[in-house]
């Protein structure tokens, strides 16, 4: 069942009779809600009231109101403000531009700007690789976006997608110490989008794809793979195909298995889909079935779009037909990048002895996890709820970070399987089991090591 969180927390303020009794009514009103609180504050205290900060989790935005509705019905309770604080955190962006140099006086001035950086500029113009070394090129990523897949929402567009660029932007500074900026394009046309890159590829040093819609994504990185000489990594492909890769080696470890042996299940055939399956490829496991909202894919299917008949045609050793619930049936390993709730514990009981199960539909996966645990030696979720989070944020800070230290100019499969491999080993013999097959988005350990494998996949490539 899903418990209350931090992404739908609520500070109420609030007037309370100064009472022995007002704390304990309030928390046991809160708690017959469902909500759960994390702050219970005193700011003000008069003769004849008390005001509160009363600050709780809730289930969702209906969630919360049904909590502060019942707060109303007490006797002398006198709501006077709910805030939510997500939207708190959010309030004029998350992040900011702040100068590396000082500006004291007029010689710093004339050094930092006019007329010192004139002989910057020409030095530039004379050997353009200059901009790697003397600007922010060096340590710059674009976080670059149509909004046409935005998380699990859909289409929202260009600014509504802000929000998640500007966190994917703290989030590299965060993990891995590199300024990232977002750039939300007003255009969902393919050649716009690959001509408005190219145009402001001279400032960054890599580009970050994300949340753009397939198939067009596929189509937008090969091109400006071919055209630029900066990085380009669609993180909902690679960075998703990074982790679960990672996350399946420890898994295959605590079951002692060979990846070699096994047959996977992979269900969304999508950004993420698609780019797990080509990079759990590169390792050859035993076979892949592949499965997406019409059913398996397999060479006889018709109507497959140019992205589906070159996995039919790489995958699905036997040509094997039919649905979800028949790609399961013997299967050693399921990977879900798709919707929720499309099978129970009764379909995992047909899958091979010590099933590996990545229920990754974020927010709700594709089996709830207790069901999974059932009959799976191992389960993983993309929610930071349950253990074995598959989260992008173990690779993508460490993987630009590497590309950017080693001036890269292009990323490889080799490049992309050394990330898997550096956040794999994070999890030493020692902390292996079924419960923690891949580290905690908070071990600082984690952005350096997938940082220094890439630097030197880089090296040799």
């Not at 802000?162 to 891995?176: D, I, N, Q, R, T």
Request: hydrophobic share 45%.
């Amino acid at each position: 069942m899903p418990v209350p969180g931090p992404g739908y927390s609520i500070t109420v303020r609030l007037e309370a009779p100064p009472s022995a009794s007002a704390a304990g009514d309030l928390t046991s009103a809160v708690g017959r809600a469902g909500g759960v609180i994390t702050a219970f504050d005193v700011v003000e205290s008069h003769n004849d009231r008390v005001v509160i900060d009363l600050t709780c989790n809730a289930l969702s935005a209906n969630h919360a109101k049904d909590i502060t509705d019942t707060l109303e019905t007490l006797p002398g309770i006198v709501v006077r403000k709910v805030s939510d604080r997500t939207f708190l955190v959010h309030l004029g962006g998350k992040i900011e531009i702040s100068s590396k140099v000082p500006l004291r006086n007029r010689d710093d001035l004339s050094r930092a700007y006019t007329p010192g950086v004139a002989r910057v500029c020409e030095a530039i113009a004379k050997n353009p690789d200059d901009a790697r070394r003397l600007t922010i090129k060096r340590n710059t990523v674009a976080v670059v976006t149509d909004g046409s897949a935005v998380l699990g929402l859909g289409n929202l567009g260009p600014a509504a997608a802000l929000p998640v660029m500007e966190g994917k932007a703290a989030l590299f500074k965060k993990f891995a110490g590199v300024d990232a900026w977002p750039v939300c394009l007003d255009t969902q046309d393919t050649e716009e989008i690959i001509r408005a890159v190219e145009l402001i590829a001279p400032v960054y040093g890599g580009i970050n794809l994300e949340d753009i819609s397939a198939p067009r994504c596929f189509e937008i990185e090969a091109r400006l793979r071919e055209k630029l000489d900066i990085p380009v990594f669609h993180d909902d492909q690679h960075g998703t195909a990074i982790v679960v890769v990672a996350a399946l080696r420890n898994a295959l470890r605590v079951v002692n298995k060979d990846i070699k042996d096994c047959r996977i299940t992979v269900c969304g055939v999508g950004a993420a889909g698609s780019a797990i399956i080509r990079l759990l490829q590169a390792q050859t496991p035993g076979d892949i079935i592949a499965v997406d909202v019409d059913g398996i894919v397999h060479r006889d299917r018709p109507g497959l779009d140019s992205n589906l008949k070159s996995i039919a045609a790489s995958t699905n050793k036997d040509n094997q037909s039919g649905r979800l619930h028949d790609a399961l049936v013997g299967s050693d390993v399921f990977i879900g990048v798709s919707a929720p709730n499309l099978f129970g514990a009764e379909q995992v009981a047909t899958m091979a002895k010590d099933a590996i199960v990545f229920a990754l539909a974020n927010p709700d996966p594709e089996i709830d996890p207790m069901e999974a645990q059932q009959h799976a030696a191992v389960v993983a979720t993309g929610r930071s709820d349950f253990p074995n989070q598959i989260n992008n944020v173990l690779a993508f800070p460490g993987v630009f970070r590497g590309l950017l230290d080693a001036h890269a100019r292009t990323i490889t499969d080799a490049m992309l399987l050394a990330a898997a491999q550096a956040i794999a080993d994070v999890v030493d013999g020692d902390r292996l089991n079924a419960s923690f097959i891949v580290p905690s988005v908070f071990d600082n350990t984690v952005a350096p090591a997938v940082a220094d494998a890439v630097r030197k996949a880089a090296a040799t490539s």
